[in-house]
């Protein structure tokens, strides 16, 4: 270099970007539910399904569904477009009620207790206290239609399991950008 010379400016990478303030789940939404197509079995009072898988608000919190002759429900819900399902939200009222151990069945119309029981789980999900968002095996729940929850039990061992809010998080096929998906090699 000779006197005079400037030195070649530096290209400075880009900054990452950074997560918003939501965290990585930025890109997921609830998933609208075909209401007419949902329902649930062994329910003590079924037609409370529509509020628990409604948004919950503070003025006007929802009843739980309540199992009836046991601690099992069997919840069947299609969803309104066919989705990627990353994670689901349950809450219940207090921690003895509140569902235990969750099996998913993935695309199955018309599941009995008795199916549920014989057929393998696409996921088997383990809930600790009153308020859990799960994270879904997000590869085995890239194309989903319905969705089949069977609570098998409840964290306190009783006959009643109460569940006052089920959400589905994810995102409609029909909103995926194929263009902005990368070719593998």
Do not use: Y
Not at 84 to 110: C, E, G, I, R
Not at 116 to 142: W, Y
Not at 157 to 163: I, Q, R, S
């Amino acid at each position: 270099m000779q006197a005079g010379d400037i030195w070649p400016s530096k290209k400075l990478r880009p900054e990452p970007e950074l997560p918003t303030s939501t965290g990585a789940c930025a890109r997921f939404e609830t998933l609208a539910l075909k209401g007419d197509s949902c329902c649930i079995l062994n329910a003590a009072n079924a037609g409370v399904l529509q509020a628990v898988l409604a948004k919950p608000t503070a003025e006007a919190p929802a009843e739980p569904a309540k199992s009836d002759c046991d601690e099992q429900l069997l919840i069947t819900l299609t969803l309104a477009a066919p989705s990627k399902l990353h994670s689901l939200h349950f809450s219940a009222p207090d921690q003895p009620t509140a569902p235990k151990t969750v099996k998913l069945f993935l695309n199955k119309d018309n599941l009995s207790f008795d199916d549920v029981e014989d057929l393998p789980a696409t996921q088997t999900l383990v809930l600790h206290g009153t308020s859990q968002t799960i994270p879904l095996h997000f590869v085995k729940f890239q194309n989903v239609s319905s969705l089949v929850v069977f609570i098998e039990d409840n964290q306190g061992g009783g006959d009643v399991t109460c569940l006052s809010h089920l959400e589905l998080i994810g995102t409609p096929l029909s909103t995926t950008n194929m263009s902005d998906l990368k070719k593998g090699g």
